[in-house]
């Protein structure tokens, strides 16, 4: 299996991590953004300054005074208001710049890992579909992260204030530390009860995709189960609140209680200045509106802190477990992809088991696929031959034993190397709604505007038919919901993603793994048996290239070079055709069942 951190890293190198990625997006935007959006705190706090010169410059009757006080009064909102519109815009543009670069970030991420295991781990899952719907919040991080340094600056300029009536004011930042410990704590908190609710959330997400999209639409109506879809994602939200609700009241509750010993404190300095120091009107004044704005900026701090720790940073945390998960997996890759196969493919005591499950799908299997040779595997459902395609594929890794390439493990090929030798077609193919040309042409991007190779391939893979139905042959839109596209049937697509497996000419391990369920057996035999034909040919084994060829059809795979039989978890049989009957075992009576029945 695959490698990967199991827990989320520190926050303070997740949020350095993002910091450079923003910073590669847009570097010049991000430090305008961070400059503008802390100059914008100056004017701000000194608003408390320029209410106590006013007011002594009125009691003082100094009118140069009141003048001043008034201007300066005037300029700090105006260069307030300009430095947040400026402060909006610029973090706007830069969002928007990182939002494509963060987007293709993930994306390539995940789709850069060698396995798919992190697509079928719940609790990776999990994690994943929170990141996904938390991207725009590492966007927001990095103005979330300005505006604490902008508040906390605020906060340092009205504490200055506040000393200079007197050093005892200073104690009001002690009560005020009580609330920022609460929403540190607070963030965590519900952060916990997120991740454990994350599943209600991920079910909810599926049965509204259900209930509202095309693809299960048919069967949603003519089941009738319409309303059940409704009433289940109901109640999974309901599941999901439920569990967020009492982490949410019990920190709401410690918070509010931060909040009330803060006011206490405020009253009474207050009351110790008006009273106690028997200060000038303008020091009151001033102890008031700073100690009014110090509660504000204080609660817009807190705040702030708390979407920090507990969105921002989540998702920056989940960003980096991503990053290193992917690195993980691409760790020890360390061995050339050779250029051709000179002995072939071989599974020495694999065994496999899925993501999640401890039972067996493969049970220490060891097999050979010669270079040059077309291999056939077969088995009844649920025999391991698919899971055998995906393993050599190398979109899982060996749970035990090794598969070598020419002798050298496969784990240690770099995994987009070996891709890029790798063709074929799958029975869960993908419908990629483009342009008929690029949906073929994509089995080979280094060819996918070639038209003769996209023709080529089409050609081989028996679509020549399909094309010639669309309207506009290769130059069509696939996919009813496009502009001008159209629908195509289950065999057609299916005929379009064999074409793309053929994209590329010369692999060292062609899979067909039932890619052509929609075709009758005698279309499936001529197919077959054409790149069976293709890949025994002088210029086709050129290459060493294994062909593996995985069909429920025995009248098809008898063509085969060596037929390899699956039956629970392992392999039980291995032999050309001829030499299997003959042998009377299991490959014998299953095909004898299937020619009876054709019969």
């Known amino acids: 299996m695959t490698a990967a951190p199991r827990d989320l890293p520190p926050w303070l190198p997740s949020l350095v991590r993002s910091l450079r990625l923003g910073f590669r997006a847009e570097p010049r935007l991000l430090v305008v953004s961070f400059l503008v959006t802390v100059t914008a705190a100056v004017p701000d706090a000194l608003f408390a300054l320029w209410l106590k010169l006013l007011a002594d410059g009125v ?37 928007e710049r990182a939002t494509i670069v963060i987007e293709t970030h993930v994306a390539s991420l995940q789709a850069s ?29 990095y103005a979330s992260l300005f505006g604490v340094a902008g508040w906390v600056l605020r906060l340092g300029v009205t504490l200055a204030l506040l000393m200079s009536i007197h050093p005892a004011l200073a104690v009001l930042a002690v009560f005020a530390a009580p609330s920022v410990i609460v929403a540190s704590a607070r963030s965590a908190a519900e952060r916990r009860a997120d991740e454990r609710t994350a599943p209600h959330y991920r079910l909810a997400r599926h049965l509204f995709v259900t209930g509202t999209t095309a693809a299960p639409g048919k069967e949603v109506r003519v089941a009738g189960i319409a309303d059940r879809i409704a009433r289940e994602q109901r109640r999974e939200w309901e599941r999901r609140y ?13 918070q509010s209680a ?10 009474g300095a207050i009351v110790f200045v008006a009273s106690g120091l028997r200060a000038s009107a303008g020091e009151v004044l001033l102890v008031v509106a700073a100690g009014g704005r110090l509660s504000q900026y204080l609660g817009q701090t807190v705040g702030e802190i708390g979407f920090l720790r507990g969105i921002w940073l989540d998702a920056a945390r989940k960003l980096a477990w991503l990053e290193d998960y992917a690195a993980a997996a691409a760790a020890g890759a360390d061995l050339p992809v050779p250029a051709r196969l000179e002995r072939g493919i071989r599974l020495e005591g694999v065994s496999f088991a899925y993501p999640g499950t401890d039972r067996l799908v493969l049970e220490e299997v060891d097999l050979e696929l010669p270079a040059g040779a077309v291999v056939a595997i077969v088995g009844e459902n649920g025999a391991g031959k698919t899971t055998l395609v995906k393993l050599l594929c190398r979109l899982y890794e060996p749970a035990r034993g090794r598969i070598t390439v020419d002798g050298a493990d496969l784990a240690r090929l770099p995994a987009e190397a070996w891709r890029e030798r790798v063709a074929g077609a799958f029975q869960d193919f993908a419908r990629f709604e483009f342009r008929a040309r690029q949906t073929v042409g994509l089995g080979d991007l280094v060819r996918i505007d070639d038209a003769e190779a996209v023709a080529g391939a089409v050609d081989r893979a028996g679509a020549g038919d399909v094309v010639a139905r669309l309207r506009a042959g290769l130059d069509t839109q696939l996919g009813p919901t496009w502009r001008e596209g159209v629908d195509v049937s289950y065999g057609q697509w299916q005929k379009l993603a064999l074409a793309r497996g053929f994209m590329r000419e010369h692999p060292l391990l062609l899979v067909l793994d039932e ?3 929609a075709l009758d057996a005698e279309s499936e035999h001529a197919l077959f048996e054409r790149y069976a034909a293709a890949a025994r040919a002088p210029g086709g084994a050129g290459d060493g290239r294994v062909t593996v060829l995985v069909s429920h059809r025995f009248s098809t795979v008898r063509m085969a070079d060596l037929i390899v039989v699956l039956d629970g978890a392992r392999v039980v049989e291995v032999g050309t055709h001829e030499a299997l009957v003959a042998r009377g075992g299991q490959y014998a009576q299953l095909y004898a069942i299937q020619a009876g029945a054709y019969r």
């Not at 006080?69 to 430095?83: D, P």
């Open 258 to 267: 931060a909040w009330a010993l803060f006011g206490v404190a405020y009253v």
């Open 515 to 517: 890619p052509t369920a």
């Open 113 to 141: 890992v060698a396995s798919i295991e992190h697509h079928e781990r719940p609790e990776y899952l999990d994690r994943l579909a929170v990141l996904r719907d938390q991207i725009f919040a590492i966007n927001h991080l």
């Open 59 to 95: 009691l003082g009757d100094r009118p140069t005074q009141v003048l001043a006080a008034a201007v300066a009064l005037g300029a700090s909102a105006a260069l307030s208001w300009f430095l947040q519109v400026a402060g909006e815009r610029v973090g706007r543009r830069f969002r």
């Open 242 to 254: 439920d569990g967020l609700a009492p982490a949410r009241w019990a920190t709401a509750a410690w």
